[in-house]
């Protein structure tokens, strides 16, 4: 009973999350971002501003997270799903592109919001951070290393990469944003991704060789 009433708490969470991230973006396309308070999301999403704060520490946050969603787990299992034969490097750079690059992620009325406001452009590139430490933690799995400072060390520049390349994309894409409110995409940011993330690939290659001497 213990189990299922945690299993009941994370799910009831989990949906006050997705409603207050969820009404955070809707208020502020309709209305923008300037004009919507941290209460009038809570009143949204059905919650006091007090709940709110247990989520979120600003609107910003609120908004850019109706857009990232829990990419940084879909992050981590994408890397911990990939198949043995394939080297880690590989798996750490697709799942990082497939998941920053998914259909929809984020959408052109969103993205034409992020990048045309400074506050949220830097809340967008702060969610990088969220990626370490379930990343650390696949990593960690595929090399069955005993010692945890290496997955940490590889998972943090992992993200540092991502960050780099985000904020690359986010500024060349706000400099195209029109004053028609169109929002022409600059650059690829799947090139930019692999083009970050190529220096450490010789790292997680050597790690995971590391580990398999050790095993052997």
Do not use: C
Request: aromatic share 2%; no cysteine; charged share 25%.
């Amino acid at each position: 009973m213990t189990t299922r009433r945690a299993g009941l708490r994370e799910q009831k969470k989990q949906a006050t999350r997705e409603a207050l991230r969820t009404a955070a973006l809707r208020l502020a396309l309709e209305r923008g971002p300037d004009n919507v308070r941290v209460d009038d999301i809570a009143e949204a999403a059905g919650v006091s501003p007090r709940t709110y704060n247990n989520y979120f520490s600003s609107r910003e946050q609120a908004i850019v997270a109706a857009v990232t969603g829990e990419r940084e787990a879909r992050v981590a299992a994408a890397v911990a799903g990939r198949p043995a034969g394939v080297g880690l490097a590989d798996a750490v750079i697709e799942a990082i592109v497939d998941q920053y690059t998914a259909p929809g992620e984020p959408g052109r009325d969103a993205l034409l919001l992020i990048t045309t406001r400074p506050m949220l452009r830097d809340a967008f590139v702060e969610t990088t951070g969220a990626i370490e430490h379930p990343l650390t933690d696949a990593i960690a799995e595929r090399l069955g290393d005993a010692d945890p400072h290496t997955a940490r060390v590889l998972a943090a520049s992992v993200a540092a990469a991502v960050r780099v390349a985000l904020e690359q994309w986010l500024q060349t894409t706000a400099a195209s944003a029109t004053a028609g409110g169109l929002v022409v995409l600059s650059g690829s940011l799947p090139d930019l991704l692999r083009g970050a993330l190529a220096p450490l690939a010789p790292a997680l290659d050597a790690a995971e060789e590391r580990a398999r001497r050790q095993a052997s």
